[in-house]
């Protein structure tokens, strides 16, 4: 463990924006983490510092924007990136180990399932926080338990799947701050691929490829190269906004007007939007706005070219929320969380 004061953030956020931390703590082991959180308690009033939310935990910060220029609290980093095979089904892995390199893992090593999430910057840790998905799979289908360290009873607990809450970019995580998540436990079963996205069907189709997961991986890989910056040469998060959820009665209204509209049904009831196609619909794909934008090849990614600052982003994000709700009546969620 390493504590310091006044540490940048800036090359522990994928926007690359500045900001300094009052204090920063590095945990490279978490076998230790009671010890760790000894000296963290003497040293600070954890309790005091979560209620003013003062209190962060950051992996590579792929999903977060650092809104101010300085933190005035702490930071944990947990930097531990131990994965041991429990058996021939479960994998536990620690929450600093880097997600692309689990996928890979898992792929060599015949545990079918994760590779339609190959690519997706950041780490394990950061993984059930926001359930994150990609071309059809979500990481709550692999996930048997997570083992975590509760702040408020300074104890190192399990929390089953059904107890993470999980649902579409969301977790028990992102509603409370109590918990520091120190391994995940994957479960592998029955493997079945998912093509159900276009975009790899027609992948496979074009180069006459198996539905194997070496070859989902493969396309999966391919099209996020093709449509996604890599974040140390342009900063971004990745998907900006969350696909709206909406009522099929409202979709129907929607397809009248807009024929094109990207749409795909959750159930009799409800339909997921593509965000992109409604942010390129309003003419922001490419679109600049002082040092940051919209970009050019995915209208659902933003990047920064320039800023140090994530003000800039934070304007161009209102900007689009405003304009897509009074052209398709509907609220864009921010998908990254927004660390003040």
């Not at 590779?115 to 059809?136: D, F, K, M, R």
């Not at 970009?295 to 800023?307: D, G, S």
């Not at 304007?315 to 864009?332: G, P, R, W, Y």
Request: proline fraction near 3%; charged fraction near 20%; hydrophobic fraction near 40%.
């Amino acid at each position: 463990m390493r504590h310091y004061t006044q540490y940048s953030l800036k090359s522990l956020n994928t926007f690359g924006f500045e900001c300094i931390a009052k204090d920063f703590i590095e945990i490279d082991n978490i076998d230790n983490i009671s010890e760790n959180f000894n000296y963290i308690d003497k040293n600070f009033d954890v309790i005091k510092l979560l209620e003013n939310r003062k209190f962060l935990v950051i992996g590579k910060g792929s999903n977060l924007i650092l809104a101010n220029k300085f933190f005035d609290g702490l930071v944990i980093y947990i930097s531990d990136k131990n994965l041991d095979i429990i058996n021939e089904n479960i994998l536990a892995v620690s929450a600093g180990y880097v997600w692309h390199d689990l996928v890979e893992f898992c792929l060599n090593n015949k545990y079918y399932g994760l590779e339609n999430l190959a690519l997706i910057p950041g780490t394990v840790g950061a993984s059930p926080i926001q359930n994150i998905g990609a071309y059809g799979v979500e990481v709550q289908q692999f996930i048997d338990k997570i083992q975590v360290y509760n702040l408020q009873t300074k104890a190192i607990e399990f929390l089953s799947n059904v107890q993470c809450k999980f649902s579409y970019r969301d977790s028990i995580f992102k509603h409370t701050n109590q918990y520091i998540v120190l391994k995940v436990f994957f479960k592998f079963t029955d493997y079945t691929a998912n093509i159900s996205y276009k975009e790899l069907s027609n992948y496979l189709n074009l180069y006459e490829l198996e539905v194997l997961p070496q070859n989902i991986f493969k396309a999966v890989v391919y099209i996020r190269n093709q449509k996604l910056p890599k974040p140390e040469i342009l900063g971004n998060a990745g998907s900006f906004f969350k696909n709206p959820i909406i009522e099929t009665q409202k979709l129907q209204n929607l397809l009248n007007l807009y024929p094109k509209l990207i749409n795909y049904p959750i159930d009799n009831n409800y339909t997921k939007l593509a965000a992109g196609w409604l942010i390129d619909n309003c003419n922001f794909k490419g679109y600049k706005y002082k040092q940051v934008g919209v970009y050019e090849k995915q209208a659902l990614v933003l990047v920064n070219y320039t800023a140090v600052y994530a003000n800039e982003i934070l304007e161009l994000a209102s900007l689009i929320q405003q304009t897509v709700l009074e052209k398709f009546d509907i609220q864009l969620e921010i998908e990254p969380i927004i660390i003040n």
